[in-house]
Protein backbone atom coordinates (compact mmCIF):
# COMPACT_ATOMS: atom_id res chain seq x y z
CA UNK A 1 0.00 0.00 0.00
CA UNK A 2 2.89 2.60 1.08
CA UNK A 3 4.60 1.66 -2.29
CA UNK A 4 1.45 1.96 -4.58
CA UNK A 5 1.11 5.31 -2.97
CA UNK A 6 4.65 6.73 -3.75
CA UNK A 7 4.55 5.35 -7.07
CA UNK A 8 1.57 6.78 -8.14
CA UNK A 9 2.75 10.51 -6.83
CA UNK A 10 5.67 10.12 -8.81
CA UNK A 11 3.88 9.05 -12.26
CA UNK A 12 1.59 12.22 -11.86
CA UNK A 13 4.52 14.54 -11.03
CA UNK A 14 6.62 12.36 -13.52
CA UNK A 15 4.17 12.96 -16.13
CA UNK A 16 3.66 16.91 -16.26
CA UNK A 17 7.64 17.48 -15.74
CA UNK A 18 8.12 15.10 -18.87
CA UNK A 19 5.89 16.46 -20.73
CA UNK A 20 6.70 20.09 -19.96
CA UNK A 21 10.37 19.23 -21.11
CA UNK A 22 9.03 17.43 -24.17
CA UNK A 23 7.60 20.87 -25.24
CA UNK A 24 10.87 22.68 -24.76
CA UNK A 25 10.98 24.10 -21.90
CA UNK A 26 13.54 23.63 -18.79
CA UNK A 27 13.10 22.11 -15.42
CA UNK A 28 14.85 24.87 -13.67
CA UNK A 29 11.64 26.89 -14.98
CA UNK A 30 9.74 24.95 -12.68
CA UNK A 31 11.16 25.97 -9.24
CA UNK A 32 10.92 29.34 -7.77
CA UNK A 33 10.24 30.01 -4.11
CA UNK A 34 8.34 32.59 -3.54
CA UNK A 35 4.77 31.10 -5.64
CA UNK A 36 5.70 28.05 -3.60
CA UNK A 37 5.19 30.16 -0.34
CA UNK A 38 2.10 32.18 -1.49
CA UNK A 39 0.13 28.64 -2.60
CA UNK A 40 1.55 26.24 0.35
CA UNK A 41 2.33 28.41 2.76
CA UNK A 42 -1.02 29.96 2.56
CA UNK A 43 -2.91 27.12 2.23
CA UNK A 44 -1.69 25.70 5.75
CA UNK A 45 -2.95 28.80 7.01
CA UNK A 46 -6.23 28.10 5.89
CA UNK A 47 -6.27 24.47 6.46
CA UNK A 48 -4.71 25.89 10.99
CA UNK A 49 -7.87 27.94 10.46
CA UNK A 50 -10.32 25.77 9.30
CA UNK A 51 -10.18 22.42 12.21
CA UNK A 52 -8.64 22.41 15.79
CA UNK A 53 -5.13 22.24 16.49
CA UNK A 54 -5.85 18.42 18.25
CA UNK A 55 -6.68 17.67 14.33
CA UNK A 56 -3.53 19.49 12.91
CA UNK A 57 -1.28 17.59 15.78
CA UNK A 58 -3.07 14.18 13.89
CA UNK A 59 -1.19 15.06 10.68
CA UNK A 60 1.87 12.57 10.83
CA UNK A 61 -0.72 9.84 11.63
CA UNK A 62 -3.07 10.35 9.33
CA UNK A 63 -0.15 9.89 6.42
CA UNK A 64 1.04 6.94 8.18
CA UNK A 65 -2.47 5.53 7.87
CA UNK A 66 -2.76 6.73 4.03
CA UNK A 67 0.63 5.02 2.93
CA UNK A 68 0.92 2.62 5.13
CA UNK A 69 -2.51 1.01 6.24
CA UNK A 70 -2.79 -2.86 5.03
CA UNK A 71 -5.93 -4.42 3.91
CA UNK A 72 -6.88 -7.58 6.03
CA UNK A 73 -7.51 -10.44 3.08
CA UNK A 74 -11.51 -10.89 3.78
CA UNK A 75 -10.80 -14.45 3.00
CA UNK A 76 -8.08 -15.25 5.42
CA UNK A 77 -10.22 -13.59 7.69
CA UNK A 78 -13.49 -15.84 6.81
CA UNK A 79 -11.01 -19.24 7.29
CA UNK A 80 -9.48 -17.86 10.86
CA UNK A 81 -13.00 -17.52 12.37
CA UNK A 82 -14.13 -20.94 10.77
CA UNK A 83 -11.11 -22.50 12.60
CA UNK A 84 -11.59 -20.87 15.78
CA UNK A 85 -15.27 -21.88 15.44
CA UNK A 86 -14.54 -25.49 15.37
CA UNK A 87 -11.85 -25.38 18.22
CA UNK A 88 -14.91 -23.49 20.64
CA UNK A 89 -17.49 -25.17 19.84
CA UNK A 90 -14.91 -28.57 20.56
CA UNK A 91 -12.96 -27.38 23.70
CA UNK A 92 -15.45 -24.13 24.53
CA UNK A 93 -15.08 -20.31 24.92
CA UNK A 94 -12.20 -20.38 27.36
CA UNK A 95 -10.25 -22.80 24.77
CA UNK A 96 -9.01 -19.76 22.86
CA UNK A 97 -8.04 -17.63 26.55
CA UNK A 98 -4.75 -19.28 25.91
CA UNK A 99 -4.31 -18.07 22.37
CA UNK A 100 -5.55 -14.59 23.07
CA UNK A 101 -2.17 -14.22 25.62
CA UNK A 102 -0.23 -15.83 23.42
CA UNK A 103 -0.85 -14.38 20.19
CA UNK A 104 1.00 -10.44 20.08
CA UNK A 105 0.57 -9.88 16.61
CA UNK A 106 -3.02 -10.58 16.66
CA UNK A 107 -5.33 -7.69 15.72
CA UNK A 108 -6.28 -5.28 19.01
CA UNK A 109 -9.92 -5.00 18.07
CA UNK A 110 -10.02 -9.15 17.43
CA UNK A 111 -8.25 -9.58 20.38
CA UNK A 112 -10.50 -7.19 22.18
CA UNK A 113 -13.52 -8.59 21.03
CA UNK A 114 -12.61 -12.03 21.82
CA UNK A 115 -11.70 -11.21 25.23
CA UNK A 116 -15.14 -10.04 26.02
CA UNK A 117 -16.39 -12.87 24.82
CA UNK A 118 -14.27 -15.02 27.05
CA UNK A 119 -15.04 -12.81 29.89
CA UNK A 120 -18.76 -13.65 29.46
CA UNK A 121 -19.98 -10.06 28.32
CA UNK A 122 -23.71 -10.08 27.27
CA UNK A 123 -23.53 -10.23 23.16
CA UNK A 124 -25.70 -6.72 22.97
CA UNK A 125 -22.33 -5.02 24.73
CA UNK A 126 -20.38 -6.94 23.04
CA UNK A 127 -21.12 -5.40 20.26
CA UNK A 128 -22.15 -2.22 21.49
CA UNK A 129 -18.97 -1.47 22.02
CA UNK A 130 -17.18 -2.70 19.40
CA UNK A 131 -19.39 -0.98 16.78
CA UNK A 132 -18.63 2.10 19.34
CA UNK A 133 -14.96 1.26 18.96
CA UNK A 134 -15.07 0.96 14.70
CA UNK A 135 -17.47 4.11 14.79
CA UNK A 136 -14.76 6.46 16.42
CA UNK A 137 -11.89 4.82 14.48
CA UNK A 138 -14.18 6.21 10.98
CA UNK A 139 -14.95 9.41 12.72
CA UNK A 140 -10.84 10.16 12.80
CA UNK A 141 -10.53 8.88 8.97
CA UNK A 142 -13.31 11.09 7.99
CA UNK A 143 -11.29 14.14 9.92
CA UNK A 144 -8.00 13.15 8.17
CA UNK A 145 -9.52 13.03 4.64
CA UNK A 146 -11.52 16.21 5.41
CA UNK A 147 -8.11 18.36 5.75
CA UNK A 148 -6.96 16.74 2.60
CA UNK A 149 -10.24 18.14 0.58
CA UNK A 150 -10.03 21.41 2.58
CA UNK A 151 -5.93 21.70 1.46
CA UNK A 152 -6.89 20.58 -2.14
CA UNK A 153 -10.06 23.47 -2.32
CA UNK A 154 -7.64 26.36 -1.18
CA UNK A 155 -4.59 25.83 -2.51
CA UNK A 156 -6.03 26.15 -6.30
CA UNK A 157 -7.84 29.57 -5.61
CA UNK A 158 -4.38 30.71 -3.31
CA UNK A 159 -2.59 29.66 -6.74
CA UNK A 160 -5.30 32.21 -8.68
CA UNK A 161 -3.77 34.92 -5.65
CA UNK A 162 -0.39 34.50 -6.34
CA UNK A 163 -0.57 34.31 -9.85
CA UNK A 164 -2.68 38.01 -9.99
CA UNK A 165 0.04 39.13 -7.22
CA UNK A 166 2.51 38.56 -9.27
CA UNK A 167 0.63 40.06 -12.13
CA UNK A 168 0.21 43.32 -10.29
CA UNK A 169 3.97 43.07 -9.80
CA UNK A 170 4.49 42.79 -13.62
CA UNK A 171 2.10 45.75 -14.71
CA UNK A 172 3.68 47.79 -12.07
CA UNK A 173 6.85 47.48 -13.87
CA UNK A 174 5.80 47.72 -17.97
CA UNK A 175 7.48 50.96 -17.75
CA UNK A 176 10.85 50.14 -16.74
CA UNK A 177 11.53 46.59 -17.23
CA UNK A 178 12.98 44.90 -20.44
CA UNK A 179 10.99 42.43 -22.18
CA UNK A 180 12.94 39.63 -20.88
CA UNK A 181 12.44 40.85 -17.48
CA UNK A 182 8.47 40.60 -18.27
CA UNK A 183 8.72 37.55 -19.73
CA UNK A 184 10.40 35.83 -16.06
CA UNK A 185 7.89 37.87 -14.15
CA UNK A 186 4.81 36.60 -15.97
CA UNK A 187 6.11 33.17 -16.00
CA UNK A 188 7.15 32.99 -12.16
CA UNK A 189 3.83 34.54 -11.61
CA UNK A 190 1.61 31.36 -13.45
CA UNK A 191 3.98 28.99 -11.46
CA UNK A 192 1.76 29.82 -8.11
CA UNK A 193 -1.35 28.64 -10.48
CA UNK A 194 0.22 25.80 -11.31
CA UNK A 195 1.61 24.53 -8.02
CA UNK A 196 -1.75 25.18 -6.83
CA UNK A 197 -3.83 23.38 -9.38
CA UNK A 198 -1.00 21.04 -9.33
CA UNK A 199 -0.78 20.15 -5.60
CA UNK A 200 -4.40 19.61 -4.92
CA UNK A 201 -4.75 17.06 -8.18
CA UNK A 202 -1.69 15.33 -6.96
CA UNK A 203 -1.67 15.34 -3.81
CA UNK A 204 -4.50 16.85 -1.34
CA UNK A 205 -7.41 15.48 -2.96
CA UNK A 206 -6.29 12.05 -3.86
CA UNK A 207 -4.98 11.31 -0.48
CA UNK A 208 -8.23 12.61 0.66
CA UNK A 209 -9.80 9.98 -1.16
CA UNK A 210 -7.75 7.25 -0.10
CA UNK A 211 -8.33 7.74 3.10
CA UNK A 212 -12.23 7.57 2.75
CA UNK A 213 -11.13 4.44 0.69
CA UNK A 214 -9.38 3.09 3.55
CA UNK A 215 -12.07 3.99 5.86
CA UNK A 216 -14.55 1.98 3.79
CA UNK A 217 -12.53 -0.86 3.62
CA UNK A 218 -11.88 -0.69 7.45
CA UNK A 219 -15.43 -0.11 8.55
CA UNK A 220 -16.45 -3.59 6.30
CA UNK A 221 -13.60 -5.45 7.78
CA UNK A 222 -14.28 -4.38 11.15
CA UNK A 223 -18.29 -5.26 10.64
CA UNK A 224 -17.12 -8.62 9.43
CA UNK A 225 -15.33 -9.10 12.80
CA UNK A 226 -18.19 -8.03 14.53
CA UNK A 227 -20.47 -10.36 12.93
CA UNK A 228 -17.86 -13.19 13.36
CA UNK A 229 -17.41 -13.16 17.12
CA UNK A 230 -20.80 -12.98 17.87
CA UNK A 231 -21.16 -15.84 15.91
CA UNK A 232 -18.48 -17.33 17.67
CA UNK A 233 -20.12 -16.39 21.08
CA UNK A 234 -23.42 -17.92 20.28
CA UNK A 235 -22.15 -20.85 19.41
CA UNK A 236 -23.55 -21.63 15.50
CA UNK A 237 -22.29 -24.23 13.54
CA UNK A 238 -18.72 -23.58 11.78
CA UNK A 239 -20.20 -24.07 7.83
CA UNK A 240 -23.43 -21.62 9.36
CA UNK A 241 -20.78 -19.03 10.46
CA UNK A 242 -18.94 -19.25 6.83
CA UNK A 243 -21.68 -19.13 4.60
CA UNK A 244 -23.41 -15.84 6.40
CA UNK A 245 -19.42 -14.01 6.53
CA UNK A 246 -19.51 -14.63 2.88
CA UNK A 247 -21.90 -11.84 2.25
CA UNK A 248 -19.31 -9.58 2.74
CA UNK A 249 -16.97 -10.77 0.02
CA UNK A 250 -17.04 -9.41 -3.43
CA UNK A 251 -17.18 -12.26 -6.46
CA UNK A 252 -13.51 -12.40 -6.85
CA UNK A 253 -13.23 -13.05 -3.01
CA UNK A 254 -15.78 -15.73 -3.33
CA UNK A 255 -14.52 -17.00 -5.93
CA UNK A 256 -10.99 -17.66 -4.24
CA UNK A 257 -12.77 -18.81 -1.33
CA UNK A 258 -14.52 -21.82 -3.06
CA UNK A 259 -11.69 -22.37 -4.59
CA UNK A 260 -9.69 -22.70 -1.26
CA UNK A 261 -12.68 -24.17 0.80
CA UNK A 262 -12.45 -27.36 -2.40
CA UNK A 263 -8.64 -27.73 -1.58
CA UNK A 264 -9.88 -28.54 2.17
CA UNK A 265 -12.17 -30.64 1.66
CA UNK A 266 -9.99 -32.60 -0.99
Known sequence: ????????????????????????????????WTPAVIVFGGTLGAVMLSFPIEDLKRIGKIMGVAFKAKNKDFVELIHYFKELAFKTRKNGLLSIEG?????????????KGLQMIVDGVEPQAVREILELEADMTSERHRAGSAMFDSAGGFSPTLGIIGTVMGLV???????TSSQDQLGESIAAAFLATLYGVGSANLIFLPVGTRLKNIDKHEQAEKNLIIEAILLIQEGVNPNTLSEKLKGFLNKQELVRYEEAEKKVEA
Open 1 to 32: MKLTGIIAIIIGFASLVIAFIGEGGHLVALFK
Open 169 to 175: HVLGGLA
Open 99 to 111: EISADSNMDPFIK
